[in-house]
């Protein structure tokens, strides 16, 4: 969906890359699969005040959702121009 590979380098302009409708499709099975199949609940990923430790899903992560939404206004202004 995005056009930097995992490693920073820009993908080739040739590629065709997914839409963001797929990408929200990834995201819905990720958060079905750490809700559900990992018990981990809907409750945003933070970490704990007292342990430290990491807590919730991470699909429904602040970092995860600005990502979502700063990639849907690329997709708009890819698709409008």
């Given at each position: 969906c995005?056009?930097?590979?995992?490693?920073?380098?820009?993908?080739?302009?040739?590629?065709?890359?997914?839409?963001?409708?797929?990408a929200?499709?990834?995201?819905?099975?990720?958060?079905f699969g750490?809700?559900?199949?990992?018990?981990l609940?809907?409750?945003?990923?933070?970490?704990s005040?007292?342990?430290?430790k990491?807590?919730g899903?991470?699909?429904?992560?602040?970092?995860?959702?600005?990502?979502m939404?700063?990639?849907?206004r690329?997709?708009?202004?890819?698709?409008?121009?």
């Amino acid at each position: 969906c995005d056009e930097i590979n995992l490693d920073g380098s820009e993908k080739d302009k040739s590629k065709e890359r997914s839409t963001f409708t797929h990408a929200q499709k990834m995201r819905a099975a990720a958060t079905f699969g750490f809700g559900r199949i990992h018990g981990l609940g809907m409750l945003a990923w933070h970490r704990s005040e007292y342990t430290g430790k990491m807590l919730g899903n991470p699909s429904v992560s602040e970092t995860l959702t600005s990502y979502m939404l700063s990639l849907r206004r690329r997709k708009v202004c890819i698709y409008i121009f």
